[in-house]
């Protein structure tokens, strides 16, 4: 009887290790991960952009960008924090991210990002929209926004072209 009993508590928790060796899979894989690109994609992208943004240097733009990272988060499904999350900013309307509350004037805007203003909005936040409640001085250096912006078109899921039928 003894014997027994003390045989089922050495061998309870071998069988619950033992489960745990074969069991690395995770239980329920998440409906749909987020598409990670590869460094060559990322060139591939870079290379497509328009000048000046195919010459920019993505690690400098990572650095810039943070910068912007203590208020923004960039990939798709990423939460709003002080500002907005970016991804799909381009080609969108300004202030148009649904359940984010924007400023009267960022709300009211009437125009799309692209390269160009978003050149214009990192420069001078201030002075491009007044009445906006983005509290960050800007970026002054030209390189600086070049690179952040081909870092954020890179990273927010804008694509300029069909990705290319790998072929030869
Ligand atoms: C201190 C926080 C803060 C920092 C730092 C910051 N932002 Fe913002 N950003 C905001 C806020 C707040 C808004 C919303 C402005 C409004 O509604 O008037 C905003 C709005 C924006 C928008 C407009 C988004 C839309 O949906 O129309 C862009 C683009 C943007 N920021 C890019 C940047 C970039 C790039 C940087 C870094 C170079 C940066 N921001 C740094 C807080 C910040």
Known sequence: MTRLALAAIL?????LV???????APQSAPAKPPRVLTDGEKAEL???LPAPYDQGDLENGRRAFARCRACHTLGEGGADMTGPNLYGVFGRKAGERPRYNYSNAMRTADFTWDAAALDHWLQNPRTFLPGNKM??????????RRDV????????????????????
């Open 11 to 15: 061998v309870l928790p071998l069988a």
């Open 135 to 144: 509290t960050f001085p800007g970026l002054p250096d030209a390189t600086d």
């Open 46 to 48: 870079l290379a497509a």
């Open 18 to 24: 033992g489960c745990g060796d074969g069991g690395d």
């Open 149 to 168: 912006i081909a870092f954020l078109k890179v990273e927010t899921g804008y694509r300029p072209t069909p990705s290319p039928t790998p072929a030869s």
